[in-house]
């Protein structure tokens, strides 16, 4: 490690390690430009560069105090993702949205769990537990492809919808699969039943939280004050949720989404897009140095098969779930692509999963999700930008830059 914060002020060695964290995404963004790949991919490889296991160049005690930028980016990101559940859109797709959710979450846990429990003869609820965290797929290095490339279109939204309502059914399926893992051991009801009653408060808060942003919009504020009092009730429902130890996905979610439908305001989205991008470069870089290298080396078989069978599962579900419901080619053949990266979800599951299994089976389950979450967000942008390219919503000029595709109808694919 490289001592240079001995001797300096606390409030120094802060300001200057977000420094470091900031300008070193931004000029491995220039590297991973010129190799074709999302922004994410690059913030995350600068992470775990300049990160303990490498070059450990930010004291561990402040990344250790930067565990807030996840709740904050999480909550940026599932205000932005709610703006596309707006009820017209809901009307034309919605049932096929659910169909094709559940195929895809459901066979990837399904597959994942029979793996662990008949291939490797792990416990049955350490399989339960593993294959129900499999189900989450983490929306921000997705959502932050799509807004670099200003992807727009049906397949947008569709992938949007899919993502969203993808936590919502693996908080239900871990929900199960923890309580039927608590009737075999010594784990009260209540530890299960809490979060899912406390998810569903603060579902019902965010909707309450849009209710009171929209009146307080509809007096001609100025642009400042619009984007003031947007970002403190958005940061207020993502504090309260981390007092509650719930994650702000689903509330912040519900919050954009009413807000969007009592409104139809997009300007608010636009200038949130605009304030985000550094605190997402944070969050990603952050997340790069919060991989213990060293934990790679216990990642192991049991690691390398979870990190391809989920693959799998994500893709096969979603290809049989767009089959079934009709949706186009394009759709069915490369939503599935989109669907690969994992994180702030799942690794929140994890930790209360390491609480209800046995010593070694929880630290397993805690080093599986966390190795295997950065190596899915590392590969996830890239798969996310091949889907895009592939079904048409951005293409590859002459000059060999990404462009976004001729405007496609608002409408749902299908």
């Known amino acids: 490690m490289l001592h240079w914060e001995l001797g300096l002020p606390r409030q120094a060695v802060i300001l200057l390690s977000v420094a470091i964290i900031l300008l070193s995404g931004f000029l491995m963004t220039r590297l991973t430009k010129r190799l074709h790949l999302p922004n994410v991919s690059g913030y995350i490889m600068a992470g775990i560069l300049i990160g303990p296991g490498v070059l450990d160049l930010v004291p561990r005690e402040t990344v250790a105090g930067m565990d807030f930028v996840s709740d904050v980016a999480l909550a940026f990101i599932a205000f932005g993702v709610g703006k596309f559940f707006k009820k017209e859109v809901l009307r034309e797709a919605g049932g096929k949205v659910v169909v ?239 669907l690969v990266p994992q994180a702030g979800v799942a690794i929140g599951l994890a930790h209360l999963g390491r609480r209800i299994l046995p010593g070694e089976y929880g630290s397993l389950l805690m080093t599986i999700i966390l190795a295997s979450s950065v190596l899915y967000e590392l590969i996830g942008p890239a798969c996310a930008k091949l889907a895009l390219f592939r079904s048409g919503v951005i293409q590859r000029s002459e000059t060999g830059e990404e462009r976004l595709a001729a405007a496609e109808p608002e409408k749902s694919a299908g």
């Open 100 to 338: 094709i959710t559940l195929l895809e979450s459901l066979l990837a846990g399904f597959l994942v769990s029979l793996v662990m429990f008949f291939g490797f003869h792990l416990d049955l609820p350490f399989s339960l537990l593993l294959g129900a965290i499999a189900t989450a797929t983490a929306p921000a290095s997705t959502m932050m492809t799509i807004d670099q490339y200003h992807a727009r279109g049906p397949f947008v939204n569709l992938l949007l919808q899919v993502v969203a309502f993808d936590d919502v059914v693996c908080l239900l399926v871990f929900s199960v699969a923890s309580t039927v893992v608590s009737a075999q051991g010594s784990v009260r009801v209540e530890t299960v039943l809490l979060p899912l009653l406390y998810n569903g408060g603060m579902m019902l808060l965010g909707a309450v939280f849009a209710l009171i942003l929209s009146r307080l919009l509809a007096h001609g504020r100025s642009t400042d004050n619009r984007l003031i009092l947007a970002i403190a009730m958005l940061l207020g429902l993502s504090g309260i949720c981390t007092a509650l130890e719930v994650s702000p996905l689903l509330s912040c979610m519900v919050f954009g989404a009413v807000y969007i439908n009592l409104t139809h305001d997009k300007v608010i989205y636009r200038q949130i897009n605009a304030f985000k991008p550094p605190i997402l470069s944070l969050f990603f870089v952050v997340s790069g140095m919060n991989l213990d290298v060293g934990a790679l080396a216990a990642f192991g078989s049991i690691g390398v098969v979870y990190f391809l069978v989920r693959i799998v599962g994500k893709y096969a579900g979603a290809w049989l779930g767009c089959a079934a419901t009709g949706m186009d080619r394009k759709s069915r053949d490369y939503l599935g692509l989109a």
